[in-house]
């Protein structure tokens, strides 16, 4: 079903063209609804750079891009997505052409100067929205800042498709968004049963919806299923993995090339990955949303998404995380493709071990190059760490010394 | 009872054989391009020399990179636990094990009752190992085994990058060039090492007793220089290289 909605998603997007529909490129963190409200397809090169990695044509294409001049510690979405661009080819025949590009910075600052270089590439317009970093909540000054900008993008678009903003229209679309956003927490939220129905392997996979189509009514269909699907295994006492004795909690992006491989590691070890997180970024600024004041709301939860907030913040969400999902363990991705992701995370390791003594392991890779992955040293460390959870020997809260 | 013990590293194969407590001999060799070969000829090897039978092995376990390899072991077991058995085996009070291997750098450490508590291991880089040191003595044209006592001789050593062992072999030979005095750059290549694995180490919670375990304890000049950032002295046992070994012979005990 999941499969049949994104096979027409990017049917329509890539017929859009002939339609006369138009087709903007999009951050994953980035305000989609007014593109909804105006019939404006969003298209996620993050989203396609995950396709990318998991068909596992991640490292051609960042040669290719190493090859075109940018360095290989470029971000390997941005990279592979450049490379597409000038290329026939990539998983779906390529994305379709953009007639607008929006960047959001809420997530990292590569994407402005990637944006900006599609812009060139594809010679269209870009709207940047800026989101001043929250270290210590968020500022009146930012608020407005931001507020304004949502004015600002909504001309942007009247501008390029030469039709007014239907504010009611705003309205329905915003009620859409909040709830498939409820909803798919919920789904995360069915990870607290022992065992766990599913693991962050499965939200990787259903997360695209919530990335790509929040705001219509088929991610709310879906999520709707996919919600009672969950509550009928925990009912029927189906796990995720087979005999889950041990409750991870994953840090950072995926490695998308390596999930298959990751997933069968750890149920080896009888263990599941329980929260992750990646997955719940999509829903948890919802609290900041005024279902009543949608479009204007939308700015300060854009503005403080799990990416753009400081360290102190982050390890207070990971050890809520902790307690709500019973985490025996966590396991952090040193992503080298995502630096504001991974920078902190021995800190806020640090805070996790001094408040909650729960064991951390980082491993290094890049999320969408596997010529950057050692099996090898991956598989040592993942075993190292189960064996060490598995002899009990938990730190204690506070430290040792 | 007797247990055997099986480190299968990148660069040295190890074994290990006790008897209730008692080391009754080890053995060290090149692993090697064959590691599942390495592993069946150390065996027959140390046994053969302590003249026991394969019978009476009650179990053996074995660890290192080569660990899933070693098809007669009764349990794979990596290094990260079997270095801590080791240590806590020689030494019940250690509570943080440096272990510099052939192509690996970690830490543990250790709770009172020789449980992991946590480890940290060096990113995928050899820059910092035993490898490190190894492309270092072959383009310096010395012995390994008398590096700790040239770089002594040196009260000034020389700046050596510690980001990538290629890099820095080309610093040294410049240095070379130069006509640098060898003990300095010795001195030099031994303050980078440490350097870069002191920083990792200070990511984890470790305090004194400290042990140093791996092929690269066997270097007086690393130990030196650690000792001197952690301020601290630094126990390095007569089994160092081996001590992965002696802890796979240490679990085999309680399979």
Redesign the interface.
Known sequence: MMRQIMTEYYICAKQAGEKGDKVAWITSGGPVEPLIVMDVIPVYPENYGAMIGASHMGGDLCEKAEAMGYSGDLCSYARADIACSTVEGGPIGGLPRPDMLICCNNICSTVMKWYEIQARYYNVPLFIFDTPFCHQGMTEQAGVYVRRQIQEYITFLEQICSKRFDYDRGIEVGRLSLEAQRLWQQVLDTTTNRPSPMSAFDAFFFLALIVTLRGTDKVVDFYNFLLEEMKERVGEGISAVPKERYRLLWDNLPVWYRLKWLSEKFSAHDACLVADTYTSAWSRSMKYIDDNNFIESIAEAYTRIYLNIGVDEMAGIIIGMIDKYSVDGIVMHSNRSCKPYSFGQYDIMRIIQKKRGTPCLMIESHMNDERSFSESQISTRIDSFMEMIKQGGSLTPGGLY | MKTAGIDIGSITTKAAVLEDGVILGTMLSFTGYHAEQAGAKIYRAILSDLGIDEQHIHKVVSTG?GRNSVDFADKA?????CHGAGGYFLNPAV?TIIDIGGQDSKAI???P?G???????N??CAAGTGRFLEVMARAMEVNLDDFGAISFKSSNPSKISSICTVFAESEVISLISKGEPRENIIAGIHEAVASRVFAMIR?L?A?PPIMMTGGVAKNVGVVRSLEKRFDAKIEVSGYAQLNGAIGAAVLALDL
Not at chain 2, 77 to 81: K, N, R
Not at chain 2, 115 to 121: A, C, H, P
Request: aromatic residues 8%.
């Open positions: 990179y077991v990596t290094e990260i636990i509570r450490i250790l709770d009752n449980k992991v508590n946590d480890f940290v291991m990113d995928k990511r919670d305090g």
